[in-house]
């Protein structure tokens, strides 16, 4: 399972707001989908790596999710 959890420490640690998504081109409904751990596509996954100046790694991680199939 895909888990957002990067996003918000790279967010955090660059003091770049949920508010300052919205103004660079991530909508309400993505954002919301990033907090439930919803699937992005790619396009969005580049627009938050370049508005965050980072890797995917930063905003995105694969975690288990105990059903014991991998994921990656």
Avoid: H
Avoid at 15 to 36: E, F, H, M, P, V
């Amino acid at each position: 399972m895909i888990s957002f959890a990067p996003l918000w420490a790279t967010m955090e640690r660059k003091n770049i707001s949920q508010y300052r998504l919205l103004k660079a081109g991530i909508d309400n409904k993505t954002l919301d989908g990033l907090k439930k751990n919803k699937n992005i596509t790619l396009l969005t996954l580049e627009k938050l790596c370049v508005i965050l100046d980072c890797s995917p790694n930063d905003v995105v991680t694969f975690v288990d999710d105990g059903s014991g199939e991998n994921k990656r």
